[in-house]
């Protein structure tokens, strides 16, 4: 996908995400634009470096418990 798609659809699939629930987001790249407007709208998220070119970013509210 073409930015700034992959954010689009992340932020999307966020609006509807339950308390306890996450995101797994898998990209080509640390998305460093998405993680500030992550933390202003109240998520927390753990970062992964699979390969050169593949991370994973898991998304949940802040003050849910840790996946």
């Known amino acids: 996908m073409a930015p700034p ?4 659809q992340v932020l999307t699939a966020l609006e509807s995400l339950g308390k306890g629930d996450q995101v797994l987001m898998v990209h080509r790249h640390n ?7 992550l933390t202003a709208r109240g998520f927390s998220y753990r970062f992964r470096t699979c390969t050169e070119s593949l991370v994973e970013l898991l998304i949940w509210h802040k003050g849910s418990p840790e996946p």
């Open 5 to 8: 798609e992959p954010m689009v």
């Open 31 to 37: 998305p460093v634009h998405l993680l500030p407007i």
